[in-house]
């Protein structure tokens, strides 16, 4: 057989077919439906074992190829973004204003891993290489931390080694800590009333969120200058002239640590607590998520940057640049500038170059170890399990925000794909070698337990728990 590079180079007109059909799906996170249904039926034809509905939601699976040692994950995810609906232009124009669109690029994720693991499973079939190849199809990622549920369910404690990727602005290994985070609804029951006629009556559920709210605000000054609290007001209220009864408002509570996630969690409580006692109302809270910070693996590391470099990132066209040029023109003024504030001097200075190159042809230097970002990812919970490593390569023009229009615009057009097909020569490169070093999966797997015996492993789930996927649902319609 041919190499994993001239596979994928051979198959690519299939895998952005398949991306762009997932890009038009844009599926909400837990409803991911024709999206997980796509990728599996793949899978299926190509001849893996597929464990549907894993981890009590309906869009998780898992499919293995292969037998024996050692067992590499690569971690794939298919879900969309609320309201970021927009065509594959440089310009913003919604498809379906409010619906649904691929602001994160996963329809290029999960594509690549798919696309990845095939080429390893050629080679497996052809007796080139020997262990087993998992694909995880991880729903969720964007809200309800699918991969956390997974791990709680125990699905990766056979696992040697985990990889995957992201689509980004840039090339490089992902070395920085996320923030854990908890996920969590309260949930205000009042008493109704006439607003004007008898409000003495009424016991105001919005009340309770809004002094909630405000407890919070004034608990940002005592908290420590990593965490973060956001929020927002997911029920309140009928009329103005209707004491509202029931009023919910869902939270983010992020620290770089999950033991300090949890500590401030229970300030938060706190403050609910103390609401629910100023309005004479009863608070319900429900975690709907929940994600650890990262456990970083420096031998996986080392080993994603050197086949990014072996690799090269990809070439782009005129046409390609032009588009990019013109999304330039939609970021705000001081965008390049901003997008380089979490770069260390040296870091800085290499991208100085694409103030005029607008797409980023370089592999950056390893680099953010000991700094923590403001985001999450369930990709966090996975690393205290099995050794993990990540990396992301430019999907997109240099400062594209996430979570935006822009992106969306980016990841149904070439320029995403062949960010697409990057990562997934990058994945099936470092599988390759993984399946035929076993000292190296040692090392990533001995420097894994020197980290896990310094910390022990907490999920942020409850114990009692499941995917709250009707309650998503209930967002979803209220969206």
């Known amino acids: 057989m041919n ?8 198959n690519q007109s299939r895998f952005i077919e398949l991306s762009d059909q997932i890009w038009n799906f844009a ?12 990728l599996m039926e793949i899978l299926e034809i190509e001849g893996f074992t597929i464990e549907r509905e894993v981890a009590s939601m309906p869009t998780a699976f898992i499919a293995t190829f292969g037998s024996g040692k050692p067992i590499i994950a690569i971690l794939g995810e298919y879900d969309a973004l609320p309201g970021l ?3 594959k232009i440089p310009r913003k124009q919604p498809i379906n204003k409010d619906m649904p669109g691929h602001g994160c690029g996963h329809n290029l994720f999960g594509v690549a891993c798919l696309t990845a693991v ?3 499973k050629e080679k497996i079939k052809n007796e080139e290489l020997t262990g087993t190849i998992k694909f995880y199809g991880c729903p969720a990622e964007e809200n309800a931390n699918g991969k956390g549920w997974m791990v709680k369910e125990g699905l990766f404690d056979d696992v040697d080694i985990s990889l995957t990727w992201h689509p980004s602005d840039a090339n490089s290994v992902v070395s920085f800590n996320f923030q854990a985070i908890i996920d969590v609804l309260f949930k205000f029951q009042g008493q109704t009333a006439h607003a004007a006629g008898d409000p003495f009556n009424g016991r105001s559920a919005l009340d309770a969120v809004e002094l909630m709210n405000v407890g919070c605000n004034y608990l940002r000054e005592h908290i420590i200058p990593d965490a973060r609290l956001h929020y927002i007001i997911t029920k309140g209220g009928k009329a103005p002239n209707i004491v509202p009864e029931e009023a919910e408002v869902w939270y983010f509570v992020r620290a770089p640590r999950f033991e300090q996630v949890n500590d401030l969690y229970r300030r938060v409580l706190k403050v609910a607590n103390g609401a629910a006692m100023m309005t004479e109302t009863s608070l319900e809270p429900m975690i709907l998520g929940g994600a650890s910070n990262m456990l970083p693996n420096e031998t996986l590391e080392e080993l994603l940057h050197r086949k990014m470099t072996e690799v090269k990132p990809p070439i782009y066209s005129d046409e390609e640049i032009a588009f990019a040029n013109e999304i330039r023109s939609t970021f ?12 260390p001097q040296e870091i800085r200075e290499l991208t100085e170059q694409f ?13 953010g170890r000991g700094i923590t970002l403001g985001g999450s990812t369930d990709v966090g919970d996975v690393t205290w399990v099995t050794p993990t490593a990540q990396f992301v390569t430019a999907c997109s023009t240099f400062g594209t925000p996430g979570h935006s229009w822009q992106m969306v615009a980016h990841c149904g057009m070439s320029i995403g794909h062949k960010g ?5 020569k990058v994945l099936a490169e470092a599988t390759e070698e993984l399946m035929t070093n076993p000292e190296l999966v040692t090392k990533a797997k001995q420097e894994f337990q020197e980290r896990i015996s310094k910390t022990p492993y907490e999920s942020l789930l409850p114990k009692m728990s499941s995917p709250p996927i009707e309650h998503f649902r209930q967002i979803y319609d209220n969206i």
């Open 27 to 38: 599926e909400l996170g837990l409803f991911e439906y024709e999206s997980s249904k796509l």
């Open 332 to 343: 705000p003024e001081n965008y390049f500038d901003n997008a380089l504030t979490i770069y």
């Open 3 to 10: 190499s994993c590079i001239e596979w994928i180079d051979d």
């Open 420 to 424: 697409m097909f990057y990562a997934a």
């Open 118 to 120: 095939l080429a390893i």
């Open 85 to 87: 609906s927009q065509d």
């Open 355 to 367: 103030r005029e190159n607008p797409l980023n042809n370089i592999v950056y230097p390893i680099f």
